[in-house]
């Protein structure tokens, strides 16, 4: 895309259980970039709220935010680069974690609440209940074309997911 600036935090997006962290750490390993999961910039209580069912609120989610949008401008401020899983779902959300930066760009992961929800059913040894699945999609704002956003169908295999991000990126002019 041109006019897009290179980034030096890419942060992959969409609802619990899309495929966030899957992706985000393998498409760290083919960039050579850090893996960082949203989920550990959680609060406490955040984690303790949706372990037992509760979804979280704009008021229980900034602090959250402005912790990871903190993470991205240490270590793009000093020339690094990093991957961030965070499932930014509302446009407000995103605008905090952006902090006016063009260096930063989200990769949407785009799929289904059918198979989400059969994807979580699945998923072991994680806090976040598949129940709070409809709240997620309630809240979901997709991002826009403006938002200069990387859009992918997770209805694919993870590694045919990431080499669709990486030929986009390539595209757009990122040479790692
Ligand atoms: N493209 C894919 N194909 C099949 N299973 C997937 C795919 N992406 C993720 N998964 C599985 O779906 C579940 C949710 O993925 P996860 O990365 O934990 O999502 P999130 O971080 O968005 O909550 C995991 O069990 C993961 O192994
Ligand atoms: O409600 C939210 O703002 C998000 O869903 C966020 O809190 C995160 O997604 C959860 O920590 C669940 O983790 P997974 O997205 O990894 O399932």
Known sequence: MAGVEAPCALIVMGVSGSGKSTIAELLGQRLGWRFEDGDSFHPARNVEKMRAGHPLTDEDRWPWLNAIADEIARV???????????SALKHTYRDVLLRGRSDVRFVFLKGSQELIADRLSHRKGHFMPPGLLTSQFNTLEPPEASEHVIT??????????????????RFDGVKR
Request: aromatic share 0%; charged share 25%.
């Open 152 to 169: 992918v169908s997770i209805d694919e295999s993870v590694e045919t997911i990431v080499d669709g991000i990486v030929r986009q990126l």
């Open 76 to 86: 793009c401020d000093k020339g690094g680069h990093v991957i961030i899983a965070c």
